[in-house]
């Protein structure tokens, strides 16, 4: 009888065993699928239904084996998920069928089940290997990436992809030229960030030196193009997220790895921190605002050919486009599509409380914008949130970016995860800052790989912040709470 009990416990565990393997294989191929969407992107791309139908399979399997209906942050997300699902199927269920809003309501289960369970799902030497796999792989890709648009930079040539209707070039009618990787400049500078970001995170994972040093140089191609596109909105995310990996280095420094040291010095070494983070935000900006300017001058002095410099004044005038922040255009074309969306909400109080859905959300909002090109999106998170969710929306969303924003805190102080995992925080405050003035992680229909990278990472700094260490403890046998009986 116990003997038969042992093989059934066995064969359980083999089972699950070979489902979360099935899930990791799964997930990483679909998070690696990115590099085809973007060989085959077009301007109004939408996942084929392959796609979708291994999407369902890889939120089914996390949220099955990762037991997410136990986790607080999941169920935050999966009642925002209901309430946008509900407000279509209520105002047209012939809606729920179009492609728009399908491809929508599936890229948010897929977040924010099957990526958001990665750290729930796979143990800590499995996720490291998970880890490392992806961030190398999606290195070696965006290096190619920024290969072929710096080519196409210097050489004014647009390179088509598969699909003949994406290119990397660098081209565009804000008085000078913008680099373009195939997505829309602000698009291209958001994956260069969160790109830029992992390799960051991966200098710490990795052991070996040469593998160190690999990951480093791939910053530089990855930051000259990120400066290319002009994108200030990721430059303030990359800046923020360097800022807050330092801050994360000093706190770590200050305190020690010993976790009964904390109680002497947590407050001075926030402080320290805080100041560290501040200072190197403020260098990261000036030096990301000063690469173009050197680019152009180096164009113009012709150590890099002239292509662009000598380009139409009508189209590139002066080169790359550096517009600084002298320049109100950053937040001036923002402020009036939040001032718009304001006005639109002030006329139709009943979206505080239903929201517009998530089919066609702008429609509204554009349309008291008259003469200004339309908006894709409110170009600040939360607000993009008020107006697809309404209120009710908004609380769920604001519950759970607390609830992570506590867990981070939790694995940084935390002696016992590994220095990686402690650093992985600065992803989340370095999307934060980029959200405030994007939507870098709505779901929008065009194939970005940000928002579900970003879920990977937010899944495990939940899952590793969901239980606080008990003082007192060293490292060797630490013991988390709740763990006593």
């Keep these: 009888m116990e003997a038969g009990s042992v093989s059934r416990g066995e064969g359980l565990r083999g089972g699950k065993s070979m489902a979360a393997l099935l899930y990791a294989v799964l997930t990483g191929f679909l998070l690696l699928e990115f590099i085809w969407e973007i060989l085959v992107y077009r301007r109004a791309y939408t996942a084929p239904a392959w796609v979708l139908l291994l999407r369902l399979g890889s939120a089914g399997l996390g949220i099955w084996l990762g037991k997410l209906w136990k986790d607080w942050g999941f169920r935050f997300l999966a009642a925002l998920w209901i309430l946008l699902f509900i407000r279509v199927f209520f105002t047209d269920q012939a809606r729920l069928f179009d492609n728009g809003v399908s491809q929508k309501l599936m890229a948010g289960l897929w977040a924010w089940g099957g990526c958001y369970a990665l750290g729930r799902v796979l143990e800590e030497k499995q996720l490291r290997r998970f880890a ?75 052991r070996p030196v040469w593998a160190k040093i690999l990951f480093g140089l791939s910053l530089l191609p990855l930051l000259l193009c990120l400066c290319l596109t002009d994108a200030r909105s990721a430059m303030f995310m990359t800046a923020a997220g360097i800022a807050a990996l330092t801050g994360i280095r000093v706190y770590r420094h ?93 006329k139709n109080p009943m979206t505080l409380l239903t929201g517009t859905s998530i089919d066609r959300t702008m429609s509204g909002v554009n349309a008291l914008r008259k003469n200004a090109s339309s908006a894709a999106h409110c170009h600040n998170l939360p607000l993009q949130v008020l107006l697809e969710a309404g209120i009710p929306g908004l609380l769920l969303f604001c519950a759970f970016v607390g609830l992570l924003f506590t867990r981070a805190f939790r ?75």
């Design 132 to 206: 490392l796999i992806l961030a190398a792989l999606w290195t070696v890709w965006m290096l190619a990436n920024c290969g072929l648009g710096l080519y196409a930079t210097v050489t004014r040539v647009k390179i088509p992809n598969l699909s003949g209707k994406g290119y990397w070039r660098a081209l565009g009618k804000i008085g000078a030229a913008r680099l373009h990787l195939v997505y829309g400049a602000t698009t291209t500078g958001a994956v260069l960030a969160f790109s830029a970001m992992i390799a960051g995170i991966a200098l710490f994972a990795v």
């Design 254 to 346: 200050l305190v020690g790895e010993d976790v009964s040291t904390e109680a002497r010095t947590p407050v001075l070494a926030a402080a320290a921190a805080l100041l560290a983070a501040a200072a190197v935000f403020g260098v990261c900006m000036i030096l990301l605002l000063q690469v173009t300017p050197l680019f152009n001058r180096l164009q113009v002095r012709g150590l890099i050919p002239r292509a662009l410099a000598e380009a139409e004044a009508t189209t590139v005038p002066n080169g790359m486009a550096s517009r600084g922040l002298e320049e109100a255009y950053e937040l001036s074309g923002r402020t009036g599509i939040w001032r718009a969306t304001l006005r639109y909400i002030g």
């Design 411 to 485: 694995v940084v102080r935390d002696p016992g995860q590994p220095l990686w995992i402690r650093l992985l925080p600065a992803m989340l405050i370095g999307m934060a800052v980029g959200e405030m003035v994007e939507c870098y992680t709505a779901l929008l229909t065009y194939a970005t790989p940000v928002t579900f990278f970003l879920f990977a990472v937010l899944g495990v700094i939940s899952a590793r912040g969901e239980r606080k260490p008990l003082s007192g403890l060293r490292t060797g046998g630490l013991r988390y709470a709740g763990d006593e009986g």
